[in-house]
C-alpha cells in the first residue's frame, strides 16, 4: 500500500514519466481548444520568441527575453486550471469563486508586466 491509502500500484520509472508526458500534451491541447487567452499568448510567443532570440547578442540576453513569454504560459495554464476548478464547483456566484479567479488574472497581468520590464531593461541601452 502506498501512503495515499490506495492500493493502486503508481508506476515508476519510464512509465511514470511517459504517461506524465501524455497528461502534459493532453493538457497543452484542451487549453489550446479550449482557452482564447491562453491561444492568444501562444501567438504571442510565437513572435517573442523568435524575435528574443535575434535581439539577444548574447545567451544570458537571450534566456532573459524568451524566458519571460514561457512564464506567461505557464502562469496562463495555472490560471485556466484555477477557472476550471471554479467553474466545475458551480456556476453560481460566489465572493471567493469571483476572488480566485481574479487572483489567477491578476497573477497572468504581472507576468506579462515583468516580460514587458525585462524586454526594456534587456534592450534599452
Known amino acids: 500500500m502506498n501512503d495515499t491509502g490506495s492500493d493502486r500500484q503508481k508506476p515508476t520509472g519510464f512509465t511514470r514519466m ?3 508526458f501524455g ?16 491561444r492568444q499568448e501562444l501567438a504571442l510567443g510565437v513572435v517573442v520568441i ?5 535581439l539577444g547578442r548574447t545567451g544570458i540576453e537571450r534566456a532573459l527575453l524568451v524566458a ?4 506567461v504560459l505557464i502562469v496562463e495554464l495555472l490560471n485556466s486550471a484555477i477557472e476550471a476548478t471554479v467553474d466545475r464547483i458551480g456556476q453560481e456566484r460566489h465572493q471567493l469563486s469571483g476572488l480566485a479567479k481574479d487572483i489567477g488574472s491578476a497573477a497572468v497581468f504581472l507576468s506579462l508586466l515583468l516580460m514587458a520590464v525585462v524586454w526594456i531593461l534587456v534592450l534599452w541601452h
Request: aromatic content about 18%; charged content about 20%.
Open 18 to 20: 511517459f504517461r506524465a
Open 68 to 71: 519571460p513569454m514561457f512564464l
Open 50 to 54: 523568435p524575435l528574443g532570440l535575434w
Open 23 to 38: 497528461v502534459s500534451m493532453k493538457g497543452l491541447a484542451g487549453a489550446f481548444r479550449e482557452e482564447a487567452a491562453f
